[in-house]
């Protein structure tokens, strides 16, 4: 099974940009798309972006498209989230997460997951 470990997660001004990290291991993450969920202070967790296995395919949340670019290298088994335009909605944790099928926004598709890292942006 992946295991996902996410990283980069900081305070940040408005406007200011951030580049998440998940780093993964225990099998071969090339046979898995990627997502990203973000979870708002006292809210539900959403669903952010996700990358298809090989990357050739990406998909966006309406509230994210135009500032957010997700990326992945599998020879290095990475995937990053390059977060730009950053806004107080912003806030909150990130989690990266595997789907062994196909690349989804629906959370219940995804099985493994990490522990989160925190964004705070605020002035």
């Known amino acids: 099974q992946l295991q996902l470990v996410e990283s980069g997660g900081s305070l940040v001004q408005p406007g200011g940009s951030l580049r998440l990290s998940c780093t993964t291991s225990?099998?071969?993450?090339?046979?898995?798309?990627i997502g990203w969920f973000h979870q708002a202070p006292g809210k539900e967790r959403e669903w952010v972006s996700c990358?298809?296995?090989?990357?050739?395919?990406?998909i966006y949340a309406d509230f994210v498209k135009g500032r957010l670019n997700i990326s992945r290298d599998n020879r290095k088994n990475m995937v990053w989230l390059q977060m730009n335009s950053l806004k107080p909605s912003d806030t909150g944790a990130y989690y990266c997460a595997a789907d062994s099928v196909a690349c989804s926004d629906f959370e219940g598709d995804f099985g493994s997951w990490g522990q989160g890292t925190q964004i705070a942006v605020s002035s």
């Open positions: 225990g099998s071969t993450l090339a046979w898995h798309a």
């Open positions: 990358i298809s296995s090989s990357g050739e395919t990406t």
